[in-house]
């Protein structure tokens, strides 16, 4: 089943310091069709904190998505609601790759006549004097 998330678009502060900021609202596991429906189902209950006091309101659909348009006393302001399929996301289960598959190798069994510590490490490394190492 294919994830879908829930974007808001919205303006927030006012003034000179209006903006937009996006924001994914929820996550939908269905069809687009589906998440579309219950896109519009918040798009009709969103209430917007700008403007205080609306003097309209207006829902477009727009292409896959909604538009919500609410004008008050000086200034309009915009909602747009969109569906966007979830790719990727850094704080969802991780789910491992198939690895490639190693073939075991059994650890070679130490040589008899290297001198060790009593711990069994070697007292002289088995690379030291090889002529293939750089």
């Known amino acids: 089943?294919?994830?879908?998330?829930?974007?808001?678009?919205?303006?927030?502060?006012?003034g000179e310091r209006k903006h937009v900021e996006a924001?994914?609202?929820a996550h939908f596991t269905g069809s687009r069709a589906d998440a579309?429906?219950?896109l519009e189902r918040r798009a009709r209950s969103h209430s917007p904190e700008h403007p205080r006091s609306p003097k309209r309101r207006r829902l477009l659909r727009d292409g896959d998505g909604f538009l919500l348009v609410i004008d008050g006393a000086w200034q309009s302001f915009v909602t747009r609601f969109s569906v966007a399929e979830l790719l990727e996301d850094s704080a969802g289960p991780v789910v491992p790759e198939p690895a490639a598959e190693v073939p075991v190798v059994p650890p070679a069994e130490p040589a008899a006549d290297v001198e060790r510590y009593p711990d069994g490490v070697p007292v002289k490394p088995a690379w030291l004097g090889r002529n293939d190492l750089p």
């Open 1 to 14: 089943m294919t994830t879908w998330g829930l974007v808001i678009e919205t303006t927030v502060g006012a």
């Open 23 to 25: 924001y994914v609202v």
């Open 36 to 38: 579309l429906a219950e």
